[in-house]
């Protein structure tokens, strides 16, 4: 075994210095510092859409540090959750500060998230080689999202009751295995104290500690890859005399400064919103959850969370009429994957067979509405994992992009928020139709993205990032 050879530091350097010394001669503290933040160059032209990664891990914290005070008061019991909860809001001291400060970090991870992820479709930080960096987000907006649902029920609300009942009863439609799947998640035949003990468990310690792990997986990814940036431009490609990116700068102090500001920002929004509007109009927390769960008492109208319902608004689109719909569209895509793609004949026939199946099973004497919509529920989230292979663009910016792009995402912004919006209001005729319009146009801008992503004039992409100091 080598020898232990210990820094030597001159007899006056400042304790602080031969502290560190003494720390990083037995654990690389510094080399962490710097390989992960200090020294790591990153392009010098970020904007502001590059605040939103650490904000989410801001407020990650955030989450498990008012979580774990929360958990020291509620008490995870059907007799006792809902009182509990009021307890901390009226008698544990600052319990009410720190319920609103959770609850609103809910909304405000979700908000952060949905902004990076825009921010990822609009700069093309997908494109290789930021595939594992982009499937790992993945992962951890699945996560937040079972963390989100597996927490909603734990207050014991009317729409915690209902809301989780309406979810789990939804893995009853999966033929043969849903009703008993549904039986083994709920621990029961109706939600129930044991639905809510097993919550609990998720909610506090099993997707936390896989929430974590994801988190770190991302960053070590985004930092052997390197960071992307709104040109599009690789920077590795050009380097200074001293081996790092000409175009890039030292996140530490330059992104320091440039990330205190934003996290600033951001805590007078969230301040705000925790002082004065916490339940934002019933959308962060619904009015029906103020009354305690009862089995006995469906509520009118129940809906999720708003962060969810532009998946839950596709589950509702798919009602016994648009099955026809969707079977034509099915088979329509078939027909034009045949004539337009490139891929060999023999994926193309595989293709054409796996929908022919899927047609059959769409018919309403095989498989029920109910079951597709589930389907189409889970699609529209999983669909987001294959981005990088679907988008062929020549180029990643935004910016060198064709101007008539910028319209194909404005159209699939606008309808993403209408289908938001419609799943938070009780089901109309018409509001259903709108639902199914943008339901269409959420799938087509994925699915047709091979195709749409390639046409038009681009634009030169520089050599050089576009940066104007200020
Ligand atoms: C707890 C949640 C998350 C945390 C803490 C987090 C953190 C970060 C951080 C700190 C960065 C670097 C700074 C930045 O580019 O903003 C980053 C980059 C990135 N994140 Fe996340 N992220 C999270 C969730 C997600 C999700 C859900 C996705 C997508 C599905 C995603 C996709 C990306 C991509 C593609 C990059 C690379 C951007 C580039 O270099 O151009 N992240 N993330």
Known sequence: MAAFKETKFPADAPAAQKALGWVDDRFPLTKLWNDQWGKYYAPKNFNFWYIFGSLAMLVLVLQIVTGIFLTMHYKPDANLAFASVEYIMREVPAGWLVRYMHSTGASAFFIIIYLHMTRALLYGSYRKPRELIWLFGFAIFLCLMAEAFFGYLLPWGQMSYWGA???V???????????DLSLWIRGDYVVSDATLNRFF????IAIPLVLLGLVAAHLIALHEVGSGNPDGIEVK???GADGHPLDSIPSHPYYTVHDLFGVSVFLLIFSAVVFFAPEMGGYFLEYNNFLPGDSLKTPLHIAPTWYFTPFYSVLRATTADFMYVLMAAVAAYVVFVWLKSRLSSMVKTA???VALVAIVGMLPQVLDAKFWGVVFFGGSVVILAFLPWLDHSPVKSIRYRPHWHKYVYLVFGVSFLILGYLGTQ???ETKTMVSQVCTLIYFSFFLLMPWWSTMGKF???PDRVTFHPH
Do not use: D, M, R, S
Not at 169 to 179: K, R, T, V
Not at 201 to 204: C, K, M, T
């Open 165 to 167: 009942q309406v979810i």
């Open 169 to 179: 009863n939804l893995f009853g439609a999966i033929p043969f295995i849903g009703p």
């Open 201 to 204: 468990a998720f909610h506090v």
């Open 237 to 239: 490609e050009n380097l």
């Open 351 to 353: 293709f054409a067979a």
């Open 426 to 428: 009780a089901p109309t």
């Open 459 to 461: 634009k030169t992409v």
